[in-house]
């Protein structure tokens, strides 16, 4: 299960917020080619972002790995600009245990090339995640009762709850009648998530170009890819809302947000039903629930997400995350440090600032 294979959506996406966007061919494959420049004081640095690639089999070998994303970096290498300091991969594997994986990953750093392959300091997409099957194979779908069934009973339970207390779900594209107040609504559930949980979100224009982008752009309509918000409300308050993407190959749940008020309806339950019910209706194979902790770890400041995510009866997965191909040392060593401290700094300096 590869997570965002319509990866010239996002690539043009990304390219409206700062990265530049660019095709490269290299090992036989066409590649989307991310690539941002940064202004620092005494010089201009850029990083180059290779999204969801390459595919490589689950039994790979750690050296393999490393010859492989040699192999392709040298080759993009030649189409970027001279002050590129790193390419950046994200490598398309599964593994089925937390442990697996974490070994793989441990202390990963090997000389293939002309590279040094190592371990990125931080991961571009979230490595943990929650995969709900909506067809068994290609041309069997799940049933809802098959889907239902395989829920906790719990969250059985607060979907028909939701339903049962009056909570109603409206959903909205961009071209939809009442998309710029859904929006609206959306984003004040969003400053409230932030502000209750101390998560970091993108400005407003970010999330309003997603949906643009899909109303608008050639990859998405090549590629089929619909960008939906729902928005759960009971009488005239908005409780929560999510936003989505669905195209043939997957159903990936994006961004979500929820407000202080008449939590106990369960918003989030009829929420995520309605999507995967959607999802289904579109022919999507499966539901990505995209993001969450590792382990069932009640310290984890995300525990909550943990269990509200597995609930839905969905298989875990865990990915090694990112891998950088290093050009040059010194500006790599920089950044990386960089990113750590910027780490740090939300982690654990903001969350304690606001008692968290």
Known sequence: MKRFTQSAFWAEFKSHHGWESCPVSADGVT???????????FKKISIAYVPMAPEVAMDCPEVQLADKLSLIAEQIKKQLPGNTFCIRFDPAMDFEEVTERDNYVHNFI????????????ANVQPP????LLLKTDQTNERSEEEILAAMKSKW?????????????IEKYDYNSAGFNNAFEQFYKLFQQTSDRDGVQFHNKEYYRSLFELAAT??????????????????QDDYLA???????????????GASGNIKRNLMPAYLLQWTAIKDA?????PYYDFYGMPPTEDPKHPMH??????TGFGGKIIHRPGSFDAVIKKGDYKLYAAAEKLRAFYYKVIVKKLKHR
């Not at 090997?110 to 300091?121: E, Q």
């Not at 752009?217 to 009971?234: M, P, V």
Request: net charge positive.
């Open 31 to 41: 590649y989307s080619v991310l690539v941002r420049q940064l202004n620092l004081k």
């Open 110 to 121: 090997h000389t293939a090339g002309n590279f040094i392959i190592k371990k990125a300091s």
């Open 128 to 131: 943990d995640t929650t995969i």
């Open 156 to 168: 059985r339970y607060n979907i028909k709850l939701a339903a049962k207390k009056g909570v109603t």
């Open 217 to 234: 752009s050639d990859s998405a309509k090549e590629e089929n890819i619909k960008i939906t918000l729902y928005l759960a409300k009971h």
């Open 241 to 255: 809302g999510i936003i989505t993407l669905f195209c043939p190959a997957e159903a990936v749940y994006l961004y």
């Open 280 to 284: 289904k209706n579109y022919g999507c």
């Open 304 to 309: 909550g997400l943990y269990l509200f995510k």
